[in-house]
Nanobody, 125 residues
Framework: QVQLVESGGGLVQAGGSLRLSCAASGRTFSSRAMGWFRQAPGKEREFVAAISWSAGNTYYADSVKGRFTMSRDNAKNTVYLQMNSLKPEDTAVYYC??????????????????WGKGTLVTVPS
């Protein structure tokens, strides 16, 4: 497992942008797929985006496709989630997750190996 620390959440008006960061500990970061998930009040945790460990392929939930971009910097052990055109329905706690080394299967929450504590994003209506 790895230790994950998210940052960058906050309050932003609809239509605005935020960039979340997730810093990972250890030396295995580059061999791990990474994901972002979110959980709104009263709802289950849901997949937002993932990035593979090898080619850096990215995957997105339909609800954020075209608005959010996930990237990684292996030299800094960090992944990012650039969120543009934010909507009130994007309000949630956003969690960073790591998958097991060399994992390349489905990126659901039950497949994640490690979790951060989350960062709150609020987009008022």
């Amino acid at each position: 497992q790895v230790q994950l620390v998210e940052s960058g959440g906050g309050l932003v008006q609809a239509g605005g942008s935020l960039r979340l960061s997730c810093a990972a500990s250890g030396r295995t970061f580059s061999s791990r797929a990474m994901g972002w998930f979110r959980q709104a009040p009263g709802k289950e945790r849901e997949f937002v985006a993932a990035i593979s460990w090898s080619a850096g392929n990215t995957y997105y939930a339909d609800s954020v496709k075209g608005r959010f971009t996930m990237s990684r910097d292996n030299a800094k052990n960090t992944v990012y989630l650039q969120m543009n055109s934010l909507k009130p329905e994007d309000t949630a706690v956003y969690y960073c997750a790591a998958f097991a080394r060399y994992y390349s299967g489905g990126y659901g929450p039950s497949s994640a190996d490690s979790w951060g504590k989350g960062t709150l994003v609020t987009v008022p209506s």
